[in-house]
């Protein structure tokens, strides 16, 4: 956040909000703390507003991130909140850059980010402190219009495609217009120079002067309807020292317009020979760019494909109990509570759950699962999903912005809005390319004025209007966002949501991908497969006590217990006492027993003997099933065997990974022998095992070893912080939302070859901006110096500006049809079903 600064010796106040605080000793940690940040004069800090007045030195411009830093240092946060604001106008790199300093010197602003190809600001505000109207009148300096989005992401996408629409209708009217009125100009004027007939004809029947009439009347035409939109933005950005693209355009074309106005009118004023006419190379110059403008808004439209088929993916209506009987009703007027009726092929509209009647349900938008999914009473079902054949009442649970549709289409909005760090490099470029270019043109000007052959002026015009013209930022600007827009769409078609850029940049050079192994390798539904119990114990007894206990116990190791014991009859009896110890087992009270059920560890740490069962319990562990150990009061009783199916796909999924030449680790709580056992079944190259759930973290870090890049895979509330720790964290979408929260990229269809997918994707994506920046660089490196005339003296080549207006417009077409290629991407590995949009791949 850049506060407003003034030198002028006024010292400036900022507020910042404060979490954590809860006594005086907190008010006063926080106030030493910002007390010692740079340029801090004076600190405030109220326990009751839970805020920092922070007063800063005079004549120094505040560092409201190193206040920050030191409230986080101190133990506290700040909260800060997310918006977005749409903003027309912005045409290239240059434009990008000027509108996130005007954003970022608005007080109480944290952090701007401006994304050309979806014409969206990301901004990051103190909460509390949201200064919409300072952030509107400052994009509005700055040049440039903000739009509020609308509600919702339905009606957020509608807004920019009814916005979008309207401008291509008036870009191509304008194109139209210029064309038509171009044509006759570029026709006879550049006929006459190829076809001397031609010329003959003309000066024999209309006359030099009276064609040059005509020409004027044509172009000025152009110049000032059509290319009044240059104008508009180009020529108060030059008044505020600040030229953009648009600047560029206004001046070379209004050059070559206005030195032949003065050659057609006044030609006396020029030096002698000089007077040539250029309206042919006015006219085209505005005509060709206004094509490029055309091609670009329609490349771009089609970036943002794929949210446009998730869209597709909502109901627009549902059937809602009203007064005792069922009406159709708009989307939007469904609120949580409501009773919905779906009948045979309806679209499921919102997310809730099963009150009556059932139905097979096609989720393959979801989990990519082609069979229909029965839903009975009870059972969840998810908003976009299609019903089949039968027909169910439910109670809405999670409606508009909360449905798990609302949120992918959110999810992968925000990564195609995002910027990734390569986009740096671009940013720093831009901020000065513009001016240099207009240097650039001042110098060709004068080189050729004074070096130049006769007329002498009329070659420094030519050649400094082609270098103004041909430089034109456009493709440096589009080169990162529409990749990221097309990858990140495509991503979701393969089910693959990204939540921010910085993931799919950092995705491609993972060396090691560490995998959780419930619900991860496994399908997460362990059964129980042996119980063996200690002489003196009956094992119906044993496994009714335990089944007892485990049912107080949502882990799924203890679900399968429980189905074992309910399978065969066994009544389960109340629990008290009941104590879950994380990552070692439970304890509770049973009939007056005391039950112990866990690892070994658990049982060492009550100091029983598990050794009578070592023999059992390694076995155990060569089959791939995990030992548990159960004791009633204070005896070891029986040593449990349960055993986590692995997924169908894990093994194709692992051996993908290993083409792609990365190692593959599984990390996980199980005691080492099954863990080896399963690893050696799957091919997995390094394993962590016994590890507690805080300890998940720690592994990664070991993994990490060596400067290895790690990406770590899980489902589980536990695996939410080594999810955080990765480099990058990959969720299984069928997950908790825990853990999908804090990850960087989700798989929806749960499915782990869709790793391999992401890794493969990610490369492709980074690889394509990379083209990209390489063309729009090299483009204009070497392209500047031809049009300056560096090859006259060697070949006798110049680049006329018409020639030069077309390359422009071609360099960003170029780059956006480079960046649609990853439209066509074709994933390593298949999954049966796209996870998002349902259709085969």
């Not at 150990?629 to 796909?649: E, N, Q, R």
């Amino acid at each position: 956040m850049n506060a407003p600064f003034n030198p002028n010796g006024v010292s400036i106040r900022q507020n910042f909000p404060i979490a954590g605080m809860t006594c005086a000793s907190c008010v006063r940690r926080v106030e030493l703390a910002i007390a010692k940040a740079p340029g801090v004069a004076a600190a405030t800090v109220n326990l009751a507003t839970e805020a920092a007045d922070v007063t800063f030195d005079v004549g120094v411009k505040p560092d409201a991130a190193g206040v920050i830093a030191a409230i986080k240092g101190a133990g506290y946060e700040v909260p800060v909140e997310a918006s977005e604001v749409e903003i027309e106008g912005m045409t290239c790199a240059s434009c990008v850059r000027r509108v996130e300093l005007a954003i970022a010197a608005v007080p109480g602003v944290l952090k701007a980010s401006v994304n050309l190809a979806t014409e969206r600001a990301t901004i990051e505000t103190l909460a509390g402190d949201a200064p919409r109207a300072a952030i509107d009148a400052a994009i509005r300096k700055a040049g440039y219009t903000p739009r509020r989005s609308a509600a919702g992401a339905a009606a957020a996408t509608n807004s920019r495609e009814e916005a979008r629409d309207r401008e291509m209708a008036h870009l191509k009217r304008d194109l139209g217009i210029a064309g038509v009125l171009t044509l006759p100009i570029f026709v006879l004027e550049m006929g006459a120079h190829a076809i001397p007939a031609l010329h003959h004809w003309l000066a024999m029947t209309l006359g030099q002067q009276p064609l040059y009439i005509v020409f004027f009347v044509l172009a000025t035409i152009v110049q000032f309807g059509p290319g009044l939109r240059f104008y508009r933005k180009g020529v108060p950005a030059l008044a505020r020292l600040a030229p953009d693209m648009n600047s560029l355009v206004v001046l070379g074309s209004t050059a070559a317009w206005a030195y032949s106005v003065v050659a057609v009118f006044s030609p006396e004023v020029l030096p002698a020979g000089t007077a040539n006419v250029y309206f042919e190379a006015s006219a085209v110059i505005i005509t060709l760019i206004l094509l490029g403008r055309v091609l670009e808004a329609k490349a771009k439209g089609r970036t943002s494909e794929a949210i446009k088929r998730l869209m597709g993916l909502q109901a627009k209506s549902a059937r809602v109990e009203r007064n005792g009987e069922f009406v159709d009703v708009a989307l939007e007027d469904v609120v949580a509570g409501d009773v919905i009726q779906v009948r045979p092929g309806d679209k499921v509209p919102v997310d809730g759950v099963v009150l009556s009647g059932s139905s097979f349900v096609d989720e393959a938008m979801i989990s990519g699962e082609p069979i229909p999914v029965i839903k009975e009473a009870g059972a969840e079902v998810i908003g976009g999903t299609i019903n089949k054949t039968g027909s169910f009442t439910y109670r809405a649970t999670k409606v508009g912005a909360d449905t798990l549709l609302a949120q992918i289409i959110r999810m992968v909005e925000t990564a195609q809005g995002s910027k990734l760090p390569i986009q740096a490099l671009v940013d720093k470029v831009t901020a000065w390319f513009v001016p240099a270019v207009m240097v650039a043109a001042a110098l060709t000007f004068a080189v050729w004025l004074v070096f130049g052959p006769q007329p002498a002026v009329a070659f420094a015009l030519v050649n400094a209007v082609a270098v103004l013209i041909i430089a034109c930022p456009c493709a440096m600007g589009l080169a990162t966002p529409t990749s990221i827009m097309v990858g990140t769409g495509r991503a979701a078609e393969l089910g693959v949501l990204f939540r921010n850029g910085g993931a799919l940049q950092s995705l491609k050079s993972v060396q090691v991908v560490a995998l959780d192994k419930t619900g991860t390798l496994t399908a997460g539904k362990p059964v129980m497969t042996d119980l063996e119990v200690v002489e003196g114990f009956e094992r119906a007894q044993v496994l009714s006590l335990v089944a007892a206990v485990e049912g107080q116990s949502e882990h799924p190791v203890a679900g399968a217990i429980v189905a074992a014991a309910q399978a065969e009859g066994l009544t389960l009896d109340e629990v008290s006492a009941f104590d879950a110890v994380p990552g070692y087992g439970v304890n509770a009270v049973v009939r007056g027993h005391r039950i112990a059920v866990g690892a070994d560890r658990h049982m060492v740490l009550l100091g029983i003997d598990v050794r009578p069962f070592a023999e059992t319990a390694a076995r155990m562990g060569e089959m791939a099933k995990t030992p548990l150990y159960a004791a009633i009061d204070g005896k070891l009783a029986a040593v449990i065997a349960v055993s986590d199916p692995i997924k169908p796909t894990t093994q194709q999924a692992i051996r993908a990974l290993h083409d792609m030449g990365l190692k593959v680790a599984m990390i996980t709580g199980d005691n080492r022998r099954t863990a080896e056992a399963i690893a050696a079944q799957l091919g997995i190259d390094e394993v962590v095992a016994e590890v507690l759930p805080d300890g998940k973290v720690e592994a990664i870090k070991r993994l990490r070893a060596g400067g290895r890049a790690v990406t770590f895979v899980g489902d589980g509330i536990n695996d939410a912080p080594a999810l955080a720790e990765a480099d990058v964290g990959v969720a299984i979408g069928t997950g908790t939302d825990v853990a999908i929260e804090s990850a960087d990229v989700v798989l929806m269809s749960g499915d782990l070859l869709g790793v391999s997918n992401a890794i493969a994707l990610s490369k492709a994506t980074i690889a394509n901006i990379r083209q990209n920046l390489f063309w729009a660089f090299a483009y204009n490196a070497s392209l500047i110096p031809v049009a300056a005339g560096v090859l006259y003296p060697i070949s006798g080549t110049l680049l006329s500006p018409m020639l030069a207006a077309g390359a422009m417009a071609l360099s960003s077409v170029f780059v956006l049809g480079n960046a649609m290629r990853l439209k066509r991407f074709k994933a390593p590995v298949r999954i049966a079903v796209d996870p998002v949009v349902g259709a085969g791949r």
